[in-house]
């Protein structure tokens, strides 16, 4: 082939510009990774973030739980609907599909008195953060055969994990 038409075949890659290429990659990468020493992350250098803080409250002091509120209410229902004739010493449980916490209410006792009628009771509620030991009152209210939860606090010694 005459040299003319070998010059015509010869590409732009040929050239010494394409041999300049991966010295010109590997100055831009050290120039990039350069930086990260001087003005980048370095864990020498990483600090505490300080301003986010985690605990856990004590019982006493926590929010209104719209989940524990329901919990209560299934508990209530269930001490103020059981027969502890038939019950006798045995645990009743309940769960609330709700929320999906259950537990077992371990004793219920009666108290009466005239023109009220209340049920004292102990009662374990299971959920995702562990189990707590509730002690409890539930009183009728008025005739009208509707009952209103009068204490519902957790056990200070409970099963809590």
């Not at 995702?128 to 005739?143: L, Q, Y």
Request: aromatic share 6%; net charge neutral.
């Amino acid at each position: 082939m005459p040299r003319a038409a070998q010059a015509d075949q010869r590409s732009i890659f040929d050239g010494p510009a394409l041999r300049a290429i991966p010295g010109v990659a590997l100055l831009c990468a050290a120039a990039i990774l350069s930086g990260c020493g001087a003005g980048g992350f370095s864990l020498e250098k990483a600090e505490v973030d300080r301003s986010l803080y985690t605990s856990s409250a004590p019982a006493a002091t926590r929010t209104f739980d719209a989940e524990r509120f329901s919990d209560e209410g299934t508990i209530r229902n269930a001490v103020t609907s059981a027969d502890l004739e038939t019950l006798g010493a045995a645990p009743l449980p309940w769960a609330n599909a709700g929320t999906g916490a259950r537990g077992q209410i371990i004793h219920i006792a009666e108290k009466k008195a005239p023109g009220t009628l209340c049920r004292q009771f102990s009662a374990t509620r299971e959920n995702f953060d562990g189990v707590t030991m509730f002690r409890g009152e539930a009183c009728m209210v008025g005739t009208s055969g509707s009952w209103r939860m009068t204490s519902f606090d957790p056990v200070a010694s409970g099963i809590s994990s």
